[in-house]
């Protein structure tokens, strides 16, 4: 098992950039593939981003929407993993939420259902 906590949210202006971080608790991080989603009011949670745990290889993956401008990356060493958003829109606000999980499908890493272990979530405002 393990425990997600977000943070590194925040405002900021339109074009401007934030690094979410999220840290688990618990044995193996390593071993867990990640993800970030997104949840704005009314609308239900989507995929932003995921990385994977292929043994010695890590694969991104992107929703259309922030490719090229957010990037993923995980320091196992620190049991932690990032978002580095650039370029950001109104468009980007929402709560932003971490997930694991030890089985990855990538046909379906865009399902809430697919990911069993989730934080809190962070707050992110882009507005002017």
């Known amino acids: 098992q393990v425990q997600l906590v977000e943070s590194g949210g925040g405002l900021v202006q339109p074009g401007g950039s934030l690094t979410l971080s999220c840290t688990a608790s618990g044995r193996a991080f390593s071993t867990y593939h990640l993800a970030w989603f997104r949840q704005a009011p009314g609308n239900e949670r989507e995929f932003v981003s995921a990385?994977?745990?292929?043994?010695?290889?890590?694969?991104?993956y992107y929703a259309y929407s922030v490719k090229d401008r957010f990037t993923i990356s995980r320091d196992n060493a620190k049991n932690t993993v990032f978002l580095q958003m650039n370029s950001l829109k109104p468009e980007d606000t929402a709560v932003y939420y971490c997930a694991a999980d030890r089985a990855f499908f990538p046909a379906s890493r865009d399902r809430v259902s697919s990911w069993n272990f989730w934080g809190q979530g962070t707050q992110v405002t882009v507005s002017s």
């Open positions: 990385i994977t745990y292929t043994r010695n290889t890590d694969l991104p």
